[in-house]
């Protein structure tokens, strides 16, 4: 960039006379990682991942365990160091940075509290480390302990808190040095069904309110579903496919993620002249190129009474039903398709097991992934 | 039969052969040393039955039974004793702090060999062990040897019959005492911590000093306790590897009995000792006590 100097003054040339954009809080190029195994061979953690976050969002890395997903939050934190590529956070290259000077904090799985100091002391370390005024992390802590919902615990033990308020410690003390992006490695793993839900909420909330980026580490999908405002999909130490919540599910570009979010039925069809032929000869309109493609249809989308216009029909005998209350899960077995899972609202007339139903979809608006079955 | 008594019959079932053993063998002679600490020594060894407070005086400084001469030889003794085993527990503590840490970070199988060979020592003698020392040591043993066809040096230095020798003698031989509670607190220190305290800023000293060291501090304060009490009432190392020069209250006091046939005085010494002991223990017992509160 040119020194402002050499302008007249109040004069600048097109596009530097508005602010400099926002840097991004952090941005993944390139990134390469490869571990040596003990039987002697090495092992592709990270095989060229490229991210960037475009604001403050809630970004979680989704995805099997060994996925990577686990390594490249290290990586962000500092624990683990590239093969190749760059991190940038706020827009400067902390590739190099060691783990304790990078401005971000995390909370961990198991929480890692330290535990021989008081609540207290654990969510003002960082502040304690930094060498600040003893009244300021006093007040910090306060302040963060109320933020977290723990106000006046302070002189706790941590070891008489319950799973559900250490996890909020955790929180406090990873935010109290306020970082500039918060690392999350699947911190509500340990806690029950319905405390996990309620932190849910409570996290994405908690994400609003402060605007800094959350980096969310899970590799449970619904999780994943509710809380972000993307995901990226990893396997194999390449993200598979990145987007918001309702984009990855009902349009995944390919077969893992269909498969890995959400229950799917995959069903091959060819497609010629901008028509899908599925294998039994039913056939619908779809903007495709021509070739072998996959048809998705998620378990919700079928249904016992015929959809108005054209639709889909597959006829087979019933299975399996499960009722949850809200619908029924059901295993149809059918001759062309093979097993086909649906979701019907609860209150729908179910034949008796081992009796032949037939569930209809919409021929509209189908989702085709490129790739085919193997 | 009530509950109460079946609990009660359960206790002395588990408790009663070991407490009447300890009562016996432990209690009893430590009663017996107590006794004769307070009696005058016998003309040809053994006790006579007169009650003296000489010993006491004599441990104190005053070696003549009118209180006149006052020379504090023993407790000179006894403050270098004291020295020593300090010395000892520092020396075996930078030893086994940082092996301990490296071996709880082994692969299992490896582990448990290390540890193995930590303990390898206790299966030969003492002795033989202390005598390979006088070996290595000695003006022409193989420290000096090395030495000098290094050209470090060019006559051979005096390591035997030193506080040095008897220092690394009894550190060698109190390393498994320190290493086995320094390595129990250090295997249970959770790595994930050091991450946080990392993630939270702190350099690799500072999470040194405000999470391992007191995370393992049970560990410390249990190994040099283990190694101070022996180390301080020791008779063996001294006496082969620090000579006539090097003399601690455990040879003393082995003297006395032995050679000197001064019964009496010999127990007073002893009790000098166990008092040491006990109030190192109840120090740390304390400590214990003031840690699990807070």
């Given at each position: 960039?040119?020194?402002?100097?050499?302008?007249?003054?109040?004069?600048?040339?097109?596009?530097?006379?508005?602010?400099?954009?926002?840097?991004?809080?952090?941005?993944?190029?390139?990134?390469?990682?490869?571990?040596?195994?003990?039987?002697?061979?090495?092992?592709?953690?990270?095989?060229?991942?490229?991210?960037?976050?475009?604001?403050?969002?809630?970004?979680?890395?989704?995805?099997?365990?060994?996925?990577?997903?686990?390594?490249?939050?290290?990586?962000?934190?500092?624990?683990?160091?590239?093969?190749?590529?760059?991190?940038?956070?706020?827009?400067?290259?902390?590739?190099?940075?060691?783990?304790?000077r990078r401005p971000v904090n995390t909370v961990f799985q198991r929480y890692a509290l330290?535990?021989?100091?008081?609540?207290?002391?654990?969510?003002?370390?960082?502040?304690?480390?930094?060498?600040?005024?003893?009244?300021?992390?006093?007040?910090?802590?306060?302040?963060?302990?109320?933020?977290?919902?723990?106000?006046?615990?302070?002189?706790?033990?941590?070891?008489?808190?319950?799973?559900?308020?250490?996890?909020?410690?955790?929180?406090?003390?990873?935010?109290?040095?306020?970082?500039?992006?918060?690392?999350?490695?699947?911190?509500?793993?340990?806690?029950?069904?319905?405390?996990?839900?309620?932190?849910?909420?409570?996290?994405?909330?908690?994400?609003?309110?402060?605007?800094?980026?959350?980096?969310?580490?899970?590799?449970?999908?619904?999780?994943?579903?509710?809380?972000?405002?993307?995901?990226?999909?990893?396997?194999?130490?390449?993200?598979?496919?990145?987007?918001?919540?309702?984009?990855?599910?009902?349009?995944?570009?390919?077969?893992?993620?269909?498969?890995?979010?959400?229950?799917?039925?995959?069903?091959?069809?060819?497609?010629?002249?901008?028509?899908?032929?599925?294998?039994?000869?039913?056939?619908?309109?779809?903007?495709?190129?021509?070739?072998?493609?996959?048809?998705?249809?998620?378990?919700?989308?079928?249904?016992?009474?015929?959809?108005?216009?054209?639709?889909?029909?597959?006829?087979?005998?019933?299975?399996?039903?499960?009722?949850?209350?809200?619908?029924?899960?059901?295993?149809?077995?059918?001759?062309?398709?093979?097993?086909?899972?649906?979701l019907l609202r609860s209150g729908a007339a179910l034949p008796g097991l081992g009796s032949e139903m037939t569930l209809h979809a919409p021929a509209q608006g189908l989702h085709l992934i490129d790739e085919t079955l193997p | 039969m009530t509950l109460a008594r079946r609990k009660l019959l359960q206790l002395v079932g588990l408790l009663g052969a070991p407490t009447v053993f300890l009562l016996i063998f432990f209690f009893g002679p430590l009663l017996i040393m107590l006794v004769y600490s307070l009696l005058t020594p016998g003309l040809y060894g053994g006790v006579d039955w007169i009650f003296s407070h000489l010993n006491y005086g004599r441990i104190l400084g005053w070696a003549d039974t009118r209180y006149e001469k006052f020379d504090p030889v023993y407790i000179a003794i006894f403050l270098r004793s004291l020295k020593l085993a300090a010395l000892t527990v520092v020396s075996s503590l930078a030893v086994c702090y940082p092996a301990a840490f490296w071996i709880s970070r082994m692969r299992p199988g490896l582990r448990d060999f290390a540890i193995f060979l930590v303990t390898l020592p206790f299966f030969v003698s003492l002795i033989v062990r202390l005598f390979a020392w006088v070996l290595i040591l000695r003006p022409t043993g193989f420290l000096n040897q090395g030495l000098m066809g290094l050209g470090?040096?060019?006559?051979?230095?005096?390591?035997?019959?030193?506080?040095?020798?008897?220092?690394?003698?009894?550190?060698y031989v109190f390393i498994p005492f320190m290493f086995l509670p320094l390595y129990g607190s250090i295997e249970k220190l959770d790595m994930a911590q050091i991450e946080a305290?990392?993630?939270?800023?702190?350099?690799?000293?500072?999470?040194?000093?405000?999470?391992?060291?007191?995370?393992?501090?049970?560990?410390?304060v249990g190994g040099s306790v283990i190694t101070f009490i022996p180390a301080l009432g020791n008779f063996i190392v001294p006496s082969v590897l620090g000579g006539a020069k090097v003399l601690m209250i455990g040879n003393l006091i082995e003297q006395q009995f032995l050679s000197a046939r001064n019964w009496p005085f010999g127990s007073a010494l002893a009790m000098l000792v166990m008092s040491a002991v006990l109030i190192l223990l109840i120090a740390q017992f304390r400590l214990a006590k003031k840690e699990a509160q807070s």
């Amino acid at each position: 960039m040119m020194p402002f100097d050499t302008f007249p003054a109040g004069v600048f040339p097109a596009g530097m006379q508005d602010h400099t954009p926002m840097p991004s809080p952090l941005e993944i190029i390139d990134a390469r990682k490869s571990f040596r195994t003990p039987e002697g061979g090495t092992m592709t953690a990270l095989d060229g991942i490229s991210l960037k976050l475009a604001s403050a969002e809630f970004v979680t890395l989704l995805g099997p365990s060994g996925c990577g997903k686990t390594t490249l939050l290290r990586t962000i934190s500092g624990f683990e160091t590239l093969d190749a590529g760059e991190v940038l956070i706020d827009g400067a290259a902390v590739t190099q940075m060691p783990a304790h000077r990078r401005p971000v904090n995390t909370v961990f799985q198991r929480y890692a509290l330290f535990g021989h100091m008081s609540v207290a002391r654990n969510v003002g370390y960082a502040l304690e480390i930094a060498g600040r005024d003893k009244r300021e992390i006093r007040a910090r802590v306060g302040e963060m302990l109320e933020l977290v919902g723990l106000a006046g615990m302070e002189q706790r033990a941590i070891q008489q808190l319950s799973g559900g308020q250490q996890q909020r410690v955790a929180l406090a003390r990873a935010l109290a040095a306020k970082p500039k992006l918060l690392l999350l490695d699947e911190p509500l793993s340990a806690l029950d069904k319905n405390l996990r839900q309620k932190m849910q909420q409570e996290l994405k909330a908690l994400q609003r309110e402060l605007g800094i980026g959350f980096i969310f580490v899970t590799h449970d999908q619904e999780e994943a579903l509710t809380m972000s405002d993307r995901i990226a999909v990893l396997a194999h130490g390449q993200i598979q496919q990145i987007g918001a919540p309702t984009e990855l599910y009902q349009t995944p570009a390919n077969l893992f993620t269909a498969d890995f979010l959400g229950e799917s039925n995959l069903l091959p069809v060819s497609v010629t002249g901008g028509r899908a032929c599925l294998t039994d000869g039913q056939s619908f309109a779809a903007a495709h190129a021509t070739g072998a493609a996959t048809l998705l249809l998620r378990p919700e989308a079928l249904s016992i009474t015929p959809p108005e216009g054209h639709a889909l029909s597959f006829t087979g005998t019933l299975r399996e039903t499960y009722y949850t209350g809200t619908d029924h899960q059901i295993t149809l077995e059918t001759p062309a398709h093979g097993t086909l899972h649906a979701l019907l609202r609860s209150g729908a007339a179910l034949p008796g097991l081992g009796s032949e139903m037939t569930l209809h979809a919409p021929a509209q608006g189908l989702h085709l992934i490129d790739e085919t079955l193997p | 039969m009530t509950l109460a008594r079946r609990k009660l019959l359960q206790l002395v079932g588990l408790l009663g052969a070991p407490t009447v053993f300890l009562l016996i063998f432990f209690f009893g002679p430590l009663l017996i040393m107590l006794v004769y600490s307070l009696l005058t020594p016998g003309l040809y060894g053994g006790v006579d039955w007169i009650f003296s407070h000489l010993n006491y005086g004599r441990i104190l400084g005053w070696a003549d039974t009118r209180y006149e001469k006052f020379d504090p030889v023993y407790i000179a003794i006894f403050l270098r004793s004291l020295k020593l085993a300090a010395l000892t527990v520092v020396s075996s503590l930078a030893v086994c702090y940082p092996a301990a840490f490296w071996i709880s970070r082994m692969r299992p199988g490896l582990r448990d060999f290390a540890i193995f060979l930590v303990t390898l020592p206790f299966f030969v003698s003492l002795i033989v062990r202390l005598f390979a020392w006088v070996l290595i040591l000695r003006p022409t043993g193989f420290l000096n040897q090395g030495l000098m066809g290094l050209g470090l040096t060019g006559a051979p230095i005096e390591f035997l019959y030193t506080d040095f020798a008897v220092i690394l003698g009894m550190t060698y031989v109190f390393i498994p005492f320190m290493f086995l509670p320094l390595y129990g607190s250090i295997e249970k220190l959770d790595m994930a911590q050091i991450e946080a305290s990392s993630d939270l800023g702190a350099t690799r000293f500072q999470t040194f000093r405000k999470v391992i060291l007191p995370a393992t501090l049970p560990g410390i304060v249990g190994g040099s306790v283990i190694t101070f009490i022996p180390a301080l009432g020791n008779f063996i190392v001294p006496s082969v590897l620090g000579g006539a020069k090097v003399l601690m209250i455990g040879n003393l006091i082995e003297q006395q009995f032995l050679s000197a046939r001064n019964w009496p005085f010999g127990s007073a010494l002893a009790m000098l000792v166990m008092s040491a002991v006990l109030i190192l223990l109840i120090a740390q017992f304390r400590l214990a006590k003031k840690e699990a509160q807070s």
